[in-house]
């Protein structure tokens, strides 16, 4: 059984589950697993583990809209080397800063690999959902996509301080608020553009139809190939680039991208159904959680 056949079981038993977060008395809570394996590559620094691994949970703060609060995290390692721990948490506590939340503590334990579990809390009354999008809504992206996809590439070539630098996003926490009164359905692209508009579509029980030249390539792709298709299947199916993707009324686009503190793209339009890009199917691939890399 693969992460997404788990999560659908699962689903089954928890009711609150769905989400990006899960959304208690006014309160978002999200928690997430980041371990060497898949998540760091050799070369990750522990600063750019700390910042990585609550970034993403604070992702999903972002993902419902709301306001970042506080975050914790579980950080095990075969051993406990003291310039690394007080790396980790200043990258944690960066990350937090950056986005108007605290970093308050969490726990240390033993592991066999280098393993962090971080958990995020935010507030907001007005929570944004998977579900929701209407036909006819425009689908948008925040910012650019396929950074981490070009820092895998800088790992494996050595370029160890720009693939750190890529590896430390900045969470949507800003642009989260800011387009929250306006957007129908909203999620981050934690796995993939591809994959967040088939698990929207999903939720929503509608389609997209986008267009292949809308997609904001991120300048340090195209650094790391040379082929355009090469360049969009690493900005679309890679994943972990922690953009916001949405749908939002054509009415209500312009007061979006106004209010919004990122460049919002728009990528196409909410049909009835089918996930298609210039016309054609788009498979549903992207980052799957205990793989080594993407499934694209």
């Given at each position: 059984m693969d992460e997404r056949a788990a999560l659908r079981l699962l689903a089954e038993h928890l009711p609150d589950a769905g989400d990006d977060a899960a959304v208690v008395d006014g309160l978002v809570l999200s928690t997430d697993m980041l371990h060497a394996?898949?998540?760091?590559?050799?070369?990750?620094t522990a600063f750019t583990?700390?910042?990585?691994?609550?970034?993403?949970?604070?992702?999903?703060?972002?993902?419902?809209?709301?306001?970042?609060?506080a975050a914790v995290a579980v950080y095990a390692a075969p051993t406990f080397e003291p310039d690394d721990l007080v790396a980790f948490v200043?990258?944690?506590s960066d990350v937090c800063d950056l986005v108007g939340a605290r970093y308050v503590g969490g726990d240390l334990d033993r592991h066999?690999?280098?393993?962090?579990?971080?958990?995020?809390?935010?507030?907001?009354?007005?929570?944004?959902?998977?579900?929701?999008?209407?036909?006819?809504?425009?689908?948008?992206?925040?910012?650019?996509?396929g950074r981490s996809a070009a820092a895998l590439r800088q790992f494996d070539a050595?370029?160890?301080?720009?693939?750190?630098?890529?590896?430390?996003?900045?969470?949507?926490?800003?642009?989260?608020?800011?387009?929250?009164?306006?957007?129908?359905?909203?999620?981050?692209?934690?796995?993939?553009?591809?994959?967040s508009l088939h698990q929207l579509a999903e939720a929503s029980g509608c389609g997209f139809a986008v267009e292949a030249a809308a997609v904001p390539v991120d300048p340090a792709v195209d650094a790391v190939v040379e082929d355009g298709a090469a360049a969009l299947r690493l900005a679309t199916t890679v994943g972990?680039?922690?953009?916001?993707?949405?749908?939002?009324?054509?009415?209500?686009?312009?007061?979006?991208?106004?209010?919004?503190?990122?460049?919002?793209?728009?990528?196409?339009?909410?049909?009835?159904?089918?996930?298609?890009?210039?016309?054609?199917?788009?498979?549903?691939?992207?980052?799957?959680?205990?793989?080594?890399?993407?499934?694209?």
């Open positions: 394996r898949a998540d760091f590559p050799a070369g990750t583990m700390g910042w990585r691994a609550v970034g993403a949970s604070l992702s999903d703060v972002a993902a419902m809209g709301a306001e970042a609060v200043d990258g944690a066999d690999e280098p393993t962090v579990v971080s958990t995020a809390l935010g507030r907001t009354e007005s929570p944004v959902r998977r579900r929701g999008a209407d036909v006819g809504d425009v689908v948008c992206v925040t910012g650019t996509l050595g370029d160890i301080e720009s693939a750190n630098e890529g590896f430390r996003f900045e969470p949507r926490v800003a642009a989260g608020r800011a387009v929250a009164p306006f957007v129908t359905a909203m999620m981050d692209s934690s796995d993939g553009l591809a994959r972990e680039d922690f953009e916001l993707v949405f749908t939002v009324p054509p009415a209500d686009l312009e007061a979006v991208q106004a209010a919004c503190p990122v460049p919002v793209t728009p990528l196409g339009s909410v049909v009835e159904s089918g996930v298609t890009m210039d016309g054609e199917p788009l498979p549903d691939q992207g980052y799957t959680h205990g793989s080594e890399e993407a499934d694209g």
